[in-house]
């Protein structure tokens, strides 16, 4: 009964470091979706895939990259960390084409990230 | 771009009061909006999702209107209790497919 897991929950990171967050789903869904969370600015979607082997810019992708290899993984990276990217991220997924579904999205519990 | 707000930021009411939670936004082709519920420090849980064919959906005490020509949904609460403290965020889908959030608000119902 996981639903949706991100790892890892915490992460402190140096500027220009490297990282990887993993989002597993268990629900077979087709759609997931990374977003981050700020004080004052809700949730915002970074990328999100549509599918095993696809992925989509969102309304803030510069500085990430994703991957969709495995229709259960979405993996959002983050190549050289900045203090910017400081935030809380959120993986959700949603069985299929939101706009047809009456299904809502699954959230996983987030990753608290820090970039010093 | 679409912009979605919530007002109040935040609420504080006492127990078995009810409430109603406003969500504005600003481009009314959308698909559906939803309601979310979010614990400190944990995810986002979906209370009510309305389509946009809808006018209202409803789950226990919770009463979800929308009317998309003036881009406003209210979450109605009956009968409040203290297990309802947590931070309320809508959110619109718009037609280009993207989920759009409202930056919430935070609910404190005193025993």
């Known amino acids: 009964n996981a639903g949706v897991t991100q790892t890892p929950k915490f992460r402190v990171l140096k500027t220009g470091q490297s990282m990887t967050l993993l989002c597993a789903q268990d629900m077979n869904h087709e759609y997931m979706y990374w977003y981050r969370q700020d004080p004052g600015m809700g949730l915002r979607l970074i990328h999100y895939s549509v599918g095993e082997g696809t992925t989509a810019k969102g309304e803030v992708p510069d500085g990430y990259n994703v991957s969709r290899l495995k229709k259960q993984n979405f993996l959002l990276g983050l190549e050289s960390a900045a203090p910017s990217q400081t935030s809380v991220y959120f993986c959700?997924?949603?069985?299929?084409?939101?706009?047809?579904?009456?299904?809502?999205?699954?959230f996983g519990d987030g990753t608290r990230l820090s970039i010093l | 771009k679409q912009e979605v707000t919530q007002i109040p930021a935040a609420l504080s009411v006492p127990e078995g009061e009810n409430l109603v939670l406003n969500c504005s936004f600003t481009?009314?082709?959308?698909?559906?909006l939803q309601w979310f519920r979010q614990d400190p420090g944990k995810g986002l849980t979906s209370l009510l999702l309305i389509q946009s064919s809808q006018r209202e959906q409803t789950s226990g005490r919770l009463n979800a209107s929308l009317d998309k020509s003036s881009g406003r949904s209210t979450l109605y609460i009956a009968a409040s209790q203290p297990g309802d403290s947590a931070t309320y965020l809508c959110?619109?889908?718009?037609?280009?497919?993207?989920?759009?959030f409202g930056t919430g608000t935070s609910l404190t119902v005193i025993p």
């Open positions: 481009d009314s082709a959308i698909y559906n």
């Open positions: 959110a619109v889908l718009n037609t280009g497919n993207q989920f759009y």
């Open positions: 959700a997924s949603s069985p299929g084409q939101a706009q047809y579904s009456n299904q809502p999205q699954h």
